[in-house]
C-alpha cells in the first residue's frame, strides 16, 4: 500500500437520542497521497466533521475502515516496532488544528507550543528551541511569553498551527480553521498554510465553507453532498502549487479559477435549495 | 489640568475627573456608569454612625437595646485584652476560624474529587447521583441538631457540619468545572499525545479552576454562616457562642462586637479569595 491516508467504504450512521437514525456518511472511499493537500467543502451536515473525526480517531466508522499508512517503521532494531495502519485512536502521527477555542488558556503561548513534546518527556531546552523554531514559522517570534487571549482571533490560530507543527504529525487535520477569521486575515493564513505546507511536505486535509479558500488550499477538492453523506464530486487543481509562487489574487483573477469557483458554487447552491425544499 | 495629589485623591473617590475623559450620552443603563462613587459609600458609613450617635445622644432608645458607639469600642478593647468568659477574643475567634478552615479543606479535599469522579465516570456519577441530589437542597442549619446529637458541642460537630455544608457545594462545582470544557480541549491534548493521566492534570483540572474557585468561594460564605449559626445553637467557644453569652446578660455592647466582627471576617474572607483567584487564575472570564 502506498504511503499515505487510505480510507474504505466508510459508513457513519448516529442513532439519535429520540430514535430515528441519521446517515452521516454512505460509502466513502478515496486514497490520499504522502504530501497531497485535500480540501473539502459542502453544505453544513454533510459529514464533513464526522469525516475528519474518523480519521483523527476520535469516532469508529460503522461501516469500512481508515488506514493510516506511515513510512516510518523504524525505532532502534531492538524494539522494532510495525506501525499498526488501521486507525483506532487519536495518535500523534495525525494532528488535529480546530476552529478556535482549543488553545489552553491557562498556559502562555510558548507553553502551549511545547505541549506535544513535554508529553513525549523531551527536555526542556529542546522544547524551548523547537518552541522558538515554530514561533518564526508563524510569523510569532517574541510572542512566547504572552497569554493565548492576549493574542486576536488570527494570532490564535496561528499558535494552534505551530502547535500542531511543534508534534511533528505527519498528517495535519484541519476542521474549518480559518471560519472565525476576517478575509484579510484569512487570506494571510491561506498564504501561510500553503507556505508550510509547501516547505515541511506534510499531508494535510482541510474543511472549509469557503469555496475560494478550497480552491486555493486544494490540490484535490472533495465537494460533498448530504444525506447521506457522500463524496458528490472530486477536483484535481493547479492553484496549490501555484500559489506557492504566484500571489492567491492573480490566480483569483483568472477565468479558469472563476469558472470552476462559479461551477462548485451553483453545486452546493442547488444542495442547499434541496435541503430548504426538503425541510418546507 | 491639575495632577496634584490633593486632585487625584479627589478623582479616586468619584468628585472629580482628572484628564481628559470620554464622555459617553447615553448614562442611564451603562453598567458603567454606576461605578466610581467611592465617595457615597463614605458618605452613607458616616450617616449610619451619626443617626446611630443621635439616637443614642436624644435616648431613642435605652442603652440595652442600642448602646453608644464609644461602649462598643470599649468593650472591644475590654475583650481584647482581658478576654471574656476565660478566653481572650482571640482564642474565640481562633477557635471559630479553626473550625471553619477545617471543615472547608476537609469538604473540598472530599468534595472535588468527588465531582471530578462524576464528571469522569458512568460509575461515580450513578453512584453519587441519588446522595448529592438528597443532600444539596437540604440547608446546613437543619442539621445542627442532629450534629449535636452525635458528636456533642465541642469542635467536632462543628466540623462536620462545615464540612457537609461545604462538600456538596465543592462536588456541584467541580462537576461543573469538568463537564464545562469544550470538547475540542480534550481531543487536542489526545492528538498531542498526552495520556488519560496528563489529560486530567494539565486540561481537565486547570479548566475545571474557576468553577471551583467560584464554589469555594461560594462555601466559605456558607461555611461561615452556618459555623456562626451553629455556635449560637450550642457550643462551648467561638465568636458565636461569645455574642450568645453576652445576649443572655444584655451585654449588647459586647453583641454588637461580635456582630460587626462577625460581618468584617466574612467580608475580609471574601475580599481575600477573590485576590487569589485573580491571582492564580488570570485567564477566568476572557476565554
Ligand atoms: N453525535 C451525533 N449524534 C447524532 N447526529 C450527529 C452527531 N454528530 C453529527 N450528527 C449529524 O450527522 C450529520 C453530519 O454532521 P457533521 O459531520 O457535523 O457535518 P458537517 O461538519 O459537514 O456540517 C448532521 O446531520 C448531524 O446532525
Ligand atoms: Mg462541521
Redesign the interface.
Known amino acids: 500500500m502506498a504511503t499515505g491516508l487510505h480510507i474504505d467504504k466508510i459508513g457513519m450512521i448516529y442513532q439519535l437520542p429520540g430514535g430515528g437514525e441519521v446517515e452521516a456518511l454512505k460509502d466513502v472511499s478515496f486514497h490520499l497521497d504522502k504530501g497531497e493537500i485535500l480540501t473539502i467543502l459542502g453544505p453544513s451536515g454533510c459529514g464533513k466533521t464526522t469525516l475528519l473525526n474518523i480519521v483523527a480517531g476520535f469516532l469508529v466508522p460503522t461501516s469500512g475502515t481508515a488506514s493510516f499508512y506511515s513510512e516510518q517503521i523504524s525505532g532502534p532494531s531492538t524494539s522494532r516496532q510495525v506501525l499498526e495502519p488501521l486507525i483506532t485512536g487519536p495518535s500523534p502521527e495525525r494532528g488535529m488544528v480546530f476552529q478556535q477555542g482549543a488553545l489552553f488558556e491557562w498556559m502562555s503561548v510558548a507553553e502551549n507550543i511545547g505541549f506535544g513534546p513535554g508529553m513525549k518527556g523531551v527536555p526542556k531546552n529542546e522544547i524551548n528551541t523547537i518552541v522558538e523554531q515554530y514561533l518564526e514559522t508563524v510569523g510569532l517570534q517574541g510572542f512566547g511569553n504572552k497569554a493565548v487571549y492576549e493574542l486576536s482571533g488570527g494570532m490564535q490560530q496561528r499558535v494552534a498551527l505551530a502547535r500542531c507543527l511543534a508534534n511533528e504529525p505527519e498528517l495535519i487535520l484541519m476542521d474549518e480553521p480559518l471560519g472565525a477569521l476576517d478575509a484579510l486575515t484569512r487570506e494571510k493564513m491561506q498564504g501561510l498554510i500553503l507556505k508550510i505546507w509547501n516547505e515541511t511536505g506534510k499531508t494535510i486535509a482541510l474543511i472549509t465553507h469557503s469555496v475560494e479558500e478550497a480552491l486555493f488550499l486544494g490540490q484535490r477538492v472533495f465537494v460533498m453532498a448530504p444525506r447521506p453523506g457522500r463524496i458528490e464530486k472530486e477536483y484535481r487543481l493547479p492553484y496549490a502549487q501555484r500559489g506557492v509562487n504566484e500571489s492567491l489574487r492573480d490566480i483569483k483573477m483568472t477565468d479558469e479559477f472563476s469558472q470552476t469557483r462559479e461551477e462548485i458554487l451553483s453545486m452546493i447552491w442547488e444542495m442547499e435549495e434541496e435541503i430548504m425544499g426538503r425541510q418546507e | 489640568m491639575n495632577n496634584s495629589p490633593l486632585h487625584l485623591v479627589l478623582a479616586k473617590l468619584g468628585i472629580i475627573t482628572v484628564g481628559e475623559v470620554a464622555r459617553k450620552t447615553v448614562t442611564f443603563g451603562d453598567p458603567e456608569a454606576s461605578k466610581g462613587g467611592l465617595i457615597w459609600g463614605i458618605v452613607s458609613v458616616l450617616l449610619i454612625f451619626s443617626i446611630w450617635s443621635l439616637a443614642v445622644a436624644n435616648e431613642w432608645a435605652s442603652a440595652i437595646f442600642l448602646p453608644p458607639p464609644s461602649e462598643v469600642v470599649s468593650q472591644f478593647w475590654k475583650i481584647a485584652t482581658d478576654g471574656f468568659r476565660g478566653s481572650s477574643l482571640w482564642e474565640h475567634l481562633g477557635i471559630s476560624l479553626y473550625r471553619l478552615l477545617v471543615g472547608f479543606i476537609l469538604g473540598c479535599l472530599i468534595g472535588i474529587p468527588i465531582g471530578f469522579g462524576m464528571a469522569l465516570s458512568k460509575v461515580v456519577r450513578g453512584f453519587f447521583d441519588p446522595i448529592v441530589e438528597f443532600m444539596r437542597p437540604i440547608p446546613p442549619l437543619a442539621l445542627i441538631p442532629l450534629s449535636i446529637i452525635w458528636m456533642g458541642i465541642g469542635n467536632g460537630s462543628k466540623i462536620f457540619l462545615l464540612f457537609l455544608a461545604a462538600l456538596w457545594i465543592m462536588v456541584l462545582a467541580a462537576r461543573a468545572g469538568v463537564e464545562g470544557i469544550?470538547l475540542?480541549?480534550i481531543?487536542?491534548?489526545?492528538?498531542?499525545?498526552?495520556?488519560k493521566k496528563?489529560v486530567l492534570l494539565?486540561?481537565i483540572l486547570?479548566?475545571a479552576?474557576p468553577e471551583i474557585f467560584t464554589g469555594m468561594r461560594v462555601a466559605m460564605g456558607v461555611c461561615w454562616g452556618t459555623l456562626v449559626a451553629a455556635e449560637l445553637v450550642g457550643a462551648d467557644a467561638g465568636i458565636g457562642f461569645m455574642i450568645t453569652v453576652a445576649g443572655k446578660f444584655l451585654e449588647t455592647g459586647l453583641v454588637f462586637v461580635g456582630i460587626i466582627l462577625i460581618g468584617i471576617i466574612g467580608a475580609a474572607i471574601d475580599v481575600s479569595m477573590r485576590k487569589a483567584e485573580a491571582l492564580m487564575?488570570?485567564?477566568k472570564g476572557?476565554?
Open positions: 469544550r475540542s480541549k481531543h487536542a491534548a489526545y492528538t498531542l499525545g498526552a495520556s496528563q494539565r486540561v486547570p479548566n479552576l487564575i488570570p485567564w476572557k476565554v
